[in-house]
């Protein structure tokens, strides 16, 4: 039944990163439920996910050619060393420490992932800020994706829109991208940290995948609102679930 699990919540969140984020709220919550500890989870959660992050990218590959807006090189720096920079602190933050603040997490995602689309409309509108601000901004942006990343699409979008984007799939495109290379840095971090768990890691991997390829096709055809409301319900719940069990 616990695998049935992973393989479920895995493949649904490869449809969910597909097509409008949120995966790591259903990859999260399922391996802490299969017994994973949460430092874990986290970790574990991030090798499953991360190569369906990066073969999306390699999809967008024609608009990210086309971005003159972001100097890439800098702004994938900025992203790597911030991302392994989070991973670390994941690994050197200890067990019960991460479960205390897991609750907090999972809420500030969840606020993010709800209002995070007004916010980055509003900040496009009324905010026009310097290149290395924006390099900032995004370090620390990539930092709490190493650590966490729930909700990290939102703030990414959010920083390539001061930065004079408007072009919604090369946004989407470069989003991707970033997300993808602070999933495999922290990879990385994680596996040379042994914080993985490898059986569930590798279930969920092949399911994350198949999710990716082939549910994306049929989630297109929902409407982007319903399945942004069904993360949000999904994130709601398991910060609930984390307040009450972990309190």
Request: aromatic share 12%; hydrophobic share 55%; net charge positive.
């Amino acid at each position: 039944m616990l695998t049935l699990l992973l393989i479920v919540s895995a493949f649904f969140a490869g449809v969910l990163n597909a097509v409008a984020g949120g995966g790591s709220f259903l990859t999260f919550p399922a391996l802490v439920l299969a017994g994973v500890p949460p430092l874990n989870a986290n970790a574990t959660s991030t090798v499953a996910v991360a190569p369906g992050a990066l073969a999306s990218a390699y999809g967008y590959r024609r608009e990210l050619g086309k971005i003159r807006e972001v100097h890439l090189p800098s702004f994938l720096g900025v992203s790597l060393v911030g991302g392994l920079i989070g991973a670390l602190l994941l690994l050197w933050t200890p067990q019960r420490t991460f479960e205390a603040v897991v609750p907090w997490l999972l809420l500030f995602a969840t606020v993010l992932f709800a209002f995070g689309p007004t916010a980055s409309a509003w900040i496009r509108r009324n905010c026009t800020v310097g290149h290395t601000a924006v390099l900032v901004t995004q370090f620390f942006i990539a930092v709490y994706g190493g650590y966490f990343g729930g909700g990290i699409g939102i703030l990414i979008l959010a920083t390539l829109g001061v930065f004079g984007l408007t072009d919604l799939h090369a946004m989407n495109g470069l989003k991707t991208l970033v997300s993808g290379c602070l999933n495999a840095v922290a990879v990385v971090a994680f596996v040379l940290g042994g914080a993985v768990y490898w059986n569930e890691a590798l279930i969920m991997l092949v399911a994350a995948m198949a999710g990716g390829y082939a549910g994306a096709a049929v989630a297109r055809r929902i409407p982007p609102p319903v399945l942004r409301k069904f993360v949000i319900l999904v994130g709601a719940a398991m910060t609930v679930y984390f307040f009450v069990t972990k309190g």
